[in-house]
């Protein structure tokens, strides 16, 4: 027999180094790994046994090794080619059959491997998984007794919520060990949302649309989802040629669309240039994971014509008038077709007149289509006879610059020898200094003035918003539309000549810091600056000086309760403005906001008709809650938690209250009054807390009594009682709505 020199291994530990032969080697890797096992780390990797000893075996030594021990029978257990499995009495493994990233909806498959050595009894065993995620369709059955050889198992189960899931471990107990296999991730996919874009102008005109230069178009964007699942962060981006200047922002941001959604909002341009012009729609949107989808575009293209401004002079003069006696011309400058701009008006006088009061150089800046500026002067006679006062001279520009001018012949007077007259019949002169009296206006628009504008309101030069940057805005005392104690509502025109709401904040006697009530009136402003939705009036700038002010919308249609003076609505416009109020709560309620203060002088209507909320100053973040040590709110509309006295019974507001402020103005547009009256607020709050409120049908037989649990289940006491979003209770009432037929 021949002599073999034994193999001699320099190997390291920590930082000390041994000379090992392969003897001592192979008993002390089997102690360590029998060890190991018994501690139920059942996998070993031969790398990871060459690093422990400092590297100088290499990995592929160490699996020649431990393969060579396991056919000797010295090491119980399995050397594949990186791993050494130990054989103890149990080990199970869970793996994915197929796919392991699903949508929600879909199954998941595993398979479970138990490997037994010997009868091993099972005091209990247990599978973890995500319960949130998945449900359970299938498991496996192990009986009391694992028996040698291996058991083999199907697992399913069906994805309910998208997100991160782990299977595992699986946990067996016996009396001597337990054993646990390892964890298997599974990623479950919200299911897709599938955007599709259609537009359409309000006329339901198709194909290339024209449109008068200068003239004002809008286009009417109807998102649809016919994907399986809901679309968020949903945003309509508006890119126009440059002979298109959009009237709003370039991007709406709607929000999310569930599967079977339409969503509609609108658009409105302005011609600016004449030619060919198009608008390119593209919305984004992404899935309820925040995974962005393919942007879906739709494009619109708007022949633009060129119109001129067409400008027609009025005159009322006197047909005689005495030598040397003053007299009164005015005339009035009709605008037509499209705005003419840097409008200037020169007068060449006859010599046989003389101007006593008024400007020969007029300078009136810009008339829209239908408006009109009115001029006035005052002259007096030189010479017998029938004389013309004279010639206006006009020069305008339309909106792409190109200059007209026009000759327009003034009135022919006749002069007679001046008469006496009484002191009470000569004209009075115009104000000094002498000065053009100019008013431009809106023909089709009657001022209603609802207050008096405060003195120091009447002559402010300009309103700074939060840049410092200075903002001019025109309006005169008798433009007054609304007035409170606290602020004055003037119609306005911008820098831009757009009309607007401007709120101004009517002026305290405070050190000149801004007040509570402004800072949270500014507060809210700013954060509705930042709201854009078709059925929330838009907020288009605010700032703090000299007075806190807010321009607005101007919402032209009046509100719901001027509808509801005549008594209740439609059961189908009813329908129809709670559904498009409830779109926009959906709005507020998914950027964290609530409005706290819905009731119909709230709800406001534009010039077609379409109801927006307005008066934002009660918004509120849902999880600021030192914001409620107070009521806010308006009593008849407001759920029991609103009122401080009863918020330790009913809790804290939140989204739910304005479901039950829908539903109290739901109720009044079907009956015709509030779900509780009272003869002071006292007696109205125990009704609130305490009283359930008729039956809508009951009031207003033409209501459908399936419509009465609708609307009753918002006007529950509780908010735990209520439905749990304002996208249900809409859900509800569209059904309803397509019951009437």
Not at 31 to 42: C, N, S
Not at 88 to 115: M, P, Q, Y
Not at 533 to 553: F, K, L
Request: charged content about 30%.
């Amino acid at each position: 027999m021949r002599w073999r020199r034994p193999e001699i291994y320099l190997v390291r530990k920590g930082d000390k180094r041994f000379v090992m032969t392969r003897t001592y080697l192979e008993r002390e890797l089997v102690e360590e790994l029998e060890l190991r096992a018994r501690e139920g780390e059942t996998r070993v990797s031969f790398s990871d046994l060459s690093e422990e000893y400092g590297g100088a075996i290499s990995a592929e030594a160490m699996r020649e090794i431990v393969s060579d021990l396991v056919r000797r029978g010295e090491l119980e257990g399995e050397a594949t080619r990186d791993v050494w499995r130990s054989r103890l009495d149990i080990s199970c493994e869970l793996r994915t059959v197929g796919r392991d990233e699903v949508f929600v909806g879909e199954e998941v498959e595993l398979r479970a491997d138990i490997d037994v050595l010997s009868d091993s009894p099972v005091e209990y065993w247990e599978l973890e998984y995500d319960h949130e995620r998945l449900e359970v369709i299938r498991t496996m059955r192990i009986g009391d007794v694992l028996r040698p050889g291996r058991l083999r198992g199907t697992l399913r189960f069906r994805a309910k919520a998208f997100g991160q899931a782990e299977i595992g471990p699986m946990v067996i107990k016996t009396p001597w060990r337990t054993i646990a296999s390892n964890v298997v991730g599974v990623h479950v996919k919200p299911l897709p949302p599938h955007l599709e874009l259609s537009l359409k102008e309000p006329k339901g005109a198709k194909g290339l649309k024209e449109l008068s230069l200068d003239g004002v178009g809008r286009l009417y964007i109807h998102v649809s989802n016919v994907g399986q699942g809901t679309a968020s962060d949903v945003e309509i981006e508006v890119r126009a040629s440059e002979g298109l200047e959009l009237m709003g922002r370039d991007v709406i941001s709607i929000g999310a669309i569930g599967p079977n959604t339409l969503e509609t909002v609108h658009l409105d341009f302005r011609a600016v240039r004449s030619g060919r012009q198009r608008l390119d729609i593209l919305c984004h949107y992404k899935d309820e994971e925040g995974t962005p989808f393919p942007i879906t575009r739709a494009e619109w293209d708007v022949e633009v014509m060129k119109t001129r401004p067409k400008l027609v002079v009025s005159f009322t003069a006197p047909k005689e008038a005495g030598v040397g006696s003053e007299f009164n011309v005015g005339a009035t400058i009709l605008c037509k077709d499209s705005t003419a701009h840097n409008v200037r008006i020169e007068m060449i006088l006859n010599g046989a007149v003389e101007l006593v009061d008024g400007q020969l150089d007029v300078r009136i800046g810009a008339i829209e289509p239908k408006s009109k500026a009115d001029l006035s002067w005052i002259f007096a006679g030189r010479e017998l006879g029938e004389v013309k006062i004279g010639s206006l001279r006009l020069f305008y520009v339309d909106i792409e610059g190109e200059r007209y001018e026009e000759m327009v012949d003034m009135p022919t007077v006749l002069f007679i020898e001046q008469v006496p007259l009484a002191e009470e019949q000569r004209p009075k002169p115009l104000a000094k200094p002498a000065q053009l009296r100019l008013e431009i206006r809106p023909e089709a628009i009657v001022h209603i003035p609802l207050g008096v504008l405060p003195p120091e309101l009447r002559e402010i030069e300009a309103f700074l918003n939060d840049e410092g940057e200075p903002l001019i805005f025109t309006y005169s005392p008798q433009d007054v539309i609304g007035d409170t104690p606290h602020s004055v509502v003037v119609r306005a025109r911008d820098e831009d000549g757009r009309l607007v709401a401007l709120k101004i904040m009517r002026p305290m006697k405070h050190t000149g810091e801004p007040s509570k009530l402004e800072k949270e009136s500014l507060k809210n402003a700013r954060i509705a600056k930042k709201l854009h939705h078709s059925h929330i009036v838009s907020v288009y700038e605010c700032g703090p000086r000299p007075y806190a002010w807010m321009c607005m919308e101007l919402m032209e249609g009046g509100s719901l309760r001027d509808r509801l003076a005549e008594g209740p609505l439609s059961v189908r416009e009813a329908l129809d403005i709670a559904i498009k109020i409830a779109y926009a709560l959906h709005y507020l309620h998914h950027k964290g906001l609530i409005h706290r203060d819905i009731k119909p002088e709230n709800i406001l209507f534009d010039e077609n008709g379409v109801p927006k909320i307005s008066d934002l100053g009660s918004l509120k973040y849902v999880l600021d809650m030192t914001y409620y040590s107070g009521f806010r709110g308006t009593y008849e509309y407001a759920p029991p938690e609103l009122f401080p006295s009863l918020r330790h019974e009913f809790g804290e507001p939140d989204h739910r209250s304005d479901i039950y402020s829908l539903g109290a103005v739901l109720y009044e547009m079907l009956t015709g009054r509030p779900p509780f009256e009272g003869e002071d607020p006292k007696e109205l709050i125990e009704k609130i807390a305490r009283e359930e409120p008729e039956p809508p049908s009951k009031l207003n037989p033409e209501v459908p009594k399936e419509l009465d649990s609708v609307v009753l289940k918002a006007l529950k006491k509780r908010k735990e009682d209520r439905y749990e979003a304002v996208i249900q209770f809409k859900d509800k009432l569209k059904e309803a709505l397509k019951t009437l037929g």
